[in-house]
């Protein structure tokens, strides 16, 4: 009886061995791959005299909460972040609408040449942002522009990740109702909004999560678009704000701890929609 | 894209090709073409044009044919650094983001519960604005109160100066790029790998294939498609890199870390040289396009697609 069990038993002792392992050393690269972040906050809490006091600490000998505070007041993030909601608000709601009616003629719609034309949106992903920036640049000013929140957000609203990305869920509704819908005389856009749109909401709030993101954390445009600083966007703002107290590190780390919180709030939020979406854009590749 | 989807879409072709979809399909796609045709089609154009001026922008434009591409190539010494420092950038880069990136999926999508769990953390820097990262790492690279060689120090490690030093500020601007975004590979390989049929596995298993083997014969070969995506949509994404360099270097020290992605700014909007700037800027997309082609005729070699 006994000798055939051994094996067995060495056999789960392994499999228990090598499980947590595993663990221990998942937990272990997690914890550091997170310490930029740790010791991000730890900084921001540090007492002006302490952030450059050798040896290192995580923390500081009190707990400086009004670093947050001087932060705060020390540059009008409150505004860059109200410029940041509305841009990239107005900026998603232009996407999804666009985007939302140009896949449904890539999925739903049938004419010549449609998925050669779609072949060429997808290939307008090639295109480097650094490629239309001086000419972007040169219309806004043309057109008295700069500064403003059109100049910022219509150059973006048109791309064709969206319309990829709704057509690829777009897909995945049934035909047989939109050509039962049409049967009965529908139009095609109460078929896009009232059957097609409605069936894809997953979809819809998953471009909502890219490209309220895309608007929120993008850098470049505004940087150049927005010289006044009533205009500028959260990244901008924090960006110069490092240029004027790039030296101040307790500083530098709350600013930077305050971009942490919408990355935690829209990840809470919409974790689901992220998840699906990189899978959708993954898979839809093959 | 997948043939299902074909099939579904053929149950409606036989009654609307004969209602003729063209003009509706032009109205639907109207707000989507005409945004293409202002933002896209029109600037691109409107760069190759810039790239054929002397535009310095005090000074109105002057028709210079191709001189600012043989200043480039010959006259620039900069431009020779800026394109070898984007390469080694994209490649060092997209290399080590798609190895670790399939790693933690092959070996997160093999443990059980807490996976989940992971794989958000392993994600949250992607979210986070660039920016913001690259002051956090700005700050640990710092030489003398520095995590970074703190955590050196520990080992016995006496760290250089990171950012102050032309042969390690490439190597920290790679680091801290992968460490920001390889979980978006991440979750796109773990999307690959759980679309696998379990059935491969368990008749490799049965067969008594070892993980080595299951991964190299199975994973690997049937995540191949899914891989060909991420690596074309990071290699495309790599050259662009702005935000991250520009805050953390701008390029320095020297033009150690000057890549194509800042040098086009810098030349457009701090030097103010608008028709150098937009022929950098060709030059960029030319490179993108060569290397996603090149990704395209290469993938016949080693992506696998299932027949049925």
């Not at chain 1, 000998?61 to 505004?79: A, L, V």
């Not at chain 2, 190597?171 to 390989?189: E, K, R, T």
Request: hydrophobic residues 55%.
């Amino acid at each position: 009886m006994r000798a055939p069990d051994r094996p067995r038993q060495r056999a789960r002792v392994a499999i228990v061995a090598r499980t947590t392992t595993s663990y221990v050393l998942l937990i272990f690269l997690c914890a550091l791959f997170l310490m930029p972040f740790i010791w991000m906050l730890g900084t921001s809490l540090k007492p002006d005299s302490e952030v450059t006091r050798v040896p290192l600490t995580l923390l500081g000998s009190r707990i400086e909460w009004k670093n947050y505070e001087r932060m705060w007041n020390t540059f009008p993030f409150g505004r860059t972040i109200i410029n940041g909601l509305i841009v990239a608000t107005l900026g998603t709601l232009l996407c999804l609408a666009s985007s939302g009616l140009a896949a449904y003629a890539f999925s739903k719609l049938h004419f010549r040449g449609r998925d050669r034309l779609f072949l060429l949106y997808l290939a307008t992903l090639m295109i480097p942002q650094q490629a239309l920036v001086i000419p972007l640049f040169l219309l806004m000013n043309a057109l008295k522009w700069v500064n403003t929140y059109q100049a910022m957000i219509l150059p973006w609203a048109f791309n064709a990740f969206g319309t990829f990305m709704l057509r690829q869920f777009f897909m995945s509704v049934p035909g047989e109702f939109s050509e039962a819908a049409l049967m009965e005389g529908a139009g095609h856009f109460s078929i896009l909004a009232r059957i097609v749109a409605p069936l894809a909401t997953a979809g819809f709030a998953t471009l909502t999560v890219f490209t309220f993101i895309m608007y929120w954390n993008n850098f470049l445009w505004p940087m150049i678009i927005a010289s006044r600083p009533e205009m500028f966007t959260f990244p901008v703002g924090l960006g110069v704000f490092q240029g004027q107290f790039g030296t101040v590190w307790n500083l530098m780390m709350a600013g930077a701890a305050l971009s942490v919180v919408p990355a935690i709030l829209i990840y809470a939020l919409s974790q689901r929609y992220i998840v699906g979406g990189l899978t959708i854009s993954g898979l839809g590749g093959r | 894209m997948s043939i299902i989807n074909d099939l579904r879409s053929n149950g409606i072709r036989a009654t609307s090709r004969r209602r003729g979809d063209a003009g509706i399909a032009f109205l639907f796609l109207l707000p989507n073409l005409s945004g293409f045709l202002v933002f896209l089609f029109l600037p691109i154009l409107a760069t190759l044009g810039l790239s054929l001026f002397n535009w310095p922008i005090i000074h109105p434009p002057k028709f210079i044919g191709l001189a600012n591409f043989r200043q480039m190539f010959t006259a620039d010494p900069a431009f020779g650094h800026v394109v070898v420092n984007t390469l080694v950038f994209v490649l060092a880069y997209v290399s080590v983001n798609v190895v670790i990136a399939l790693a933690f999926a092959a070996w997160l999508t093999s443990i059980g519960p807490g996976s989940t769990l992971f794989r958000s953390l392993l994600y949250l820097p992607v979210l986070v604005t660039p920016v913001a990262v690259a002051m956090v790492w700005q700050w640990i690279y710092a030489p003398r109160f520095g995590l970074m060689n703190w955590a050196l120090s520990l080992v016995g490690i006496n760290g250089p100066n990171w950012l102050g030093s032309t042969d390690w500020a490439m190597p920290a601007l790679v680091l801290m790029c992968v460490w920001q975004l390889f979980a978006q590979n991440m979750f796109i390989f773990v999307a690959g790998i759980q679309a696998v049929p379990a059935t491969y596995y368990e008749a490799a298993t049965i067969d008594g294939a070892g993980a080595a083997r299951r991964f190299f014969h199975i994973t690997l070969p049937m995540l191949s498609p899914v891989l060909f995506f991420g690596i074309t949509m990071t290699l495309i994404t790599s050259f662009q890199t702005f935000d991250q360099v520009f805050v953390l270097t701008l390029g320095g020290p020297g033009d150690a870390t000057s890549i194509m992605g800042l040098y086009v700014y810098s030349n457009a909007f701090r030097f103010f040289r608008m028709g150098y700037g937009a022929s950098v800027a060709v030059v960029l997309f030319a490179l993108v396009m060569f290397v996603t082609l090149l990704q395209f005729w290469g993938q016949r070699k080693w992506v696998y697609y299932e027949s049925t």
